[in-house]
Every structure is written in structure tokens, then in C-alpha cells.
């Protein structure tokens, strides 16, 4: 949930210390998109997680949400193709698997740029970029990692047959477009231990020009061999409603067949409350729900659940960037 208020050289302020720390009710908080490195970045005013001062910019976080009794995983990220270039080391070309380039324009209303296909003696590099904010997450003070797969970022880009039109060991086959996420989740296994590395996965996402010829082949490939390597849960966004900015109409879903796949822990995400979430729970559909916007605009959506409270509105106009206003000054029940 990119908030864009990183301070200086993309390090978290006090601000967000505030903001987790109010959020600490959750069962887990997981933090925003956090870049791998410089060249993962994608977006003005996002963290990073590759740097001394970046840890202590996060370990002001982590203590502040420990201290109120709170859990929290940083979300390992690298953006890939969709970069926008200005924000990237000397106006650095952005990467991806193949030269495809996104449809439709950036945030801001510029042309994306076509992407530098990735070499393939450049990919080991990628993979220690995620060993290395894996470990730096793990100085900083976060009880574990989520390593973002999803949304049309680097490792989604790689995982599906829209975007990947390499013929090299990481293109043509699923097994082969997957290599590079499990390649990366081996690696911050071995920083963290398979008991405290997530993956977060959207099949059935357009969002960022994606597509793919056969997602149930593709994910159900992704959910086994991530199985196998006995993360400790799988997160899948897949919208219950056709309003969500992932939906895509008149699929089938995919979640039930990916939850036969995954033996861990399976969370989903795509526009739930406390009756929908709960209803998933309950028929075994999913053991996690996770929440965004609504944690967003309520600091304290356990006990407004929990109580049957109105909830705030969001502001989406503070959504991204700014200051304290839509960040952390959401009101809290009496």
C-alpha cells in the first residue's frame, strides 16, 4: 500500500513510525512495496531497503509497532518495466524480462518507455538484490518478509507469458517463467528461514498491462513449487467484486485451485469487509484476509469491526504523497 512519503534518499520518517504504530492491532501488518535496490525503484517518495540509513529509518518502525504489541513483514519489491525513468539512476533504461512495453501512460501522464530486456548474466544480480533487502530487513527489525509477485512488477512480469518472451532458461515454459521467483524466494529463504518468507501473487490482474495465456497453468505451477519450498503463506489478490482496481471481468477464480496446490497458510485480498472476509474464513476458502484501503482509513479497523462501528471514507486525494493529513490523522473511536 505505496503511501509515497519516504524522507531523504528514500528512508522512512518518524511519520511512518506514527502511522504503523497505529496500526498495530492487525493480526500481521504487511509494509509497503519496499525497493531492492536503487535500480527497483519505480515511483517518486517510495522506500528503500538497501541501505544503512534506510534500516534505521525502518527499525524506527518496527520498534514503534513492537512496542504497541504489533507483528510486521516488509514487502520486498522491484518494479521492472513499469519504472518511470526519471526516478531511476542516471535516467537508467527500466528492466524486464523481455523489451515489451506497457500499454497506456504512467501516473503521471507520461508515455512508458520500452523496457531493457534483462541479460541473462545480469540475473543472478537480481536475485542477491533480494537476498541483500532480505537481510537489511532482517537488521532493521521486521519479523519477516512478503516478497511482492503481483501486480505487473518484475517477478510477475517474469512469471507471465504477456510480458516474457524470452528462450533463454527464464522464458517459454511456466517452469522456466518461474524460475526467477523461486529462485529469489530460495534466497530469502536462506536469510530468513521458510517460516517467515510470504509471496503475494495476482493471477488474474491487468493492472500494469498484464496478461497471460493459461493463468491457471502458470499459477497453479507458481502455488506447487512455492509449496515445496514451505513458505510459511501464500497471498493471493483475486477481486470479489468487479469495482477493484485488479478485477477483470468474466473469469473464473482461481483462488480454490490455487489453495489445493499451497499446503501453507492462504491468504486473500481483493475488496473484502468483515462479512465477506469472515464468510472465507469460515468455509475454509482462506485461513487470512487481508485489508488495504480500509486499514488505510482506519487505524483501528479491529475494533471497529469487532464492535460493528461505521467506518471512515477514505481521502483519495491524499492517497499518495503529502503529510501527516490522510496519513496518520484518520480519527479513532472515542
Known sequence: MTRSRTGAADTPTDLAATYYAQRATAGLIIAEATQVSALAKGYPLTPGIYNNAQVAGWRSVTDAVHAKGGRIFLQLWHVGRVALQSVLPDNALPVGPSAVKPAGKTFTGEEYVTPRALELSEIPSIVEQYRNGAGHAKAAGFDGVEIHGANGYLLDQFLRDGTNQRTDAYGGSEANRARLLLEVTEAV??????????VRLSPFSAFNDMRDSDPVTTFAYAARKLSDL??????????INSDHIMAVPGVEPIAPLLRESFQGIFMLNGGYNKETGNAAIESGAADMISFGIPFLTNPDLVRRYAENAALN??????????????????????
Open 189 to 198: 529463504i536462506d536469510v530468513w528461514g521458510k517460516e517467515r518468507v510470504g
Open 230 to 239: 514451505g513458505i510459511v503463506y501464500l497471498h493471493i489478490i483475486e477481486p
Open 313 to 334: 471514507a477514505p481521502d483519495q486525494s491524499t492517497m499518495y504523497g503529502g503529510d501527516a493529513h490522510g496519513y496518520t490523522d484518520y480519527p479513532t473511536l472515542a
